[in-house]
């Protein structure tokens, strides 16, 4: 690190733990400060190692703030050759928000290892984009397919077919759901009059009538 942004953070640590700024005042104050003119780019990666630092910078109603400084540099708890893993890590976790143990698992994360997603906040080094219509209940869905796995216990649902609309009830055990271009797929045996087929078949979960299943009424093998 330079000697330029060693004294730009500096700067910033007396301005924002004395006073909440927005970026044009303290663009403004480096300048009226000490006649240095900055980027907002350069503020972004001055903020970025502030908070590498263990510096919690927070932004509200416009405005930056130091609300918790802690002078001693917090280091992530994890070795070096995962630290390159973990924008992968984190986009995938903010591309399944709509699950509730994601947020604990991040707290976890911070508590216990000192792993902080805003590390990677300003920059983009992994994108996971998934299906967003009706996401969080599809998600709530595989949730409960899930259930049925773990307990060995058979489904039933109405299915509209893909390639004809055509919408037909199915009683399947289910087997393992997929994740593949962006789609979640259910892989299961089909029951035909109480007796199971050979062979393994997938379902769209998206295109399960209603996102709706029910546990199989007769008793199956």
Known sequence: MSK??????????????SKPSSLKEILMYF????DIEIAEITFKRDKKEMIKRGIDISFDSGKYKITDYVSSKK????????????????SILNSEKDLRIIDWLKEELKG??????EYWEDE??????LVEQNHDI???LCVEIIKHMKNGEAIEF???????NELKKYTIA???IRLHENLYYLFGSVYKENIIEYGIRNFRVDMIENLKIFPAKSTLN
């Open 4 to 17: 330029k942004q060693e004294e730009r953070i500096t700067i910033l640590i007396k301005l924002l733990s």
């Open 31 to 34: 300048k009226n400060y000490k």
């Open 75 to 90: 280091q992530m708890k994890i070795p070096e050759e995962y630290k390159l893993n973990l924008p992968i890590l984190f």
């Open 112 to 117: 216990k290892y000192n792993i902080n997603e």
């Open 124 to 129: 983009t080094y992994f994108s996971k984009s």
């Open 138 to 140: 599809i998600l709530e």
């Open 158 to 164: 109405e299915y509209r077919k893909v390639d004809n």
């Open 174 to 176: 289910p087997l393992q």
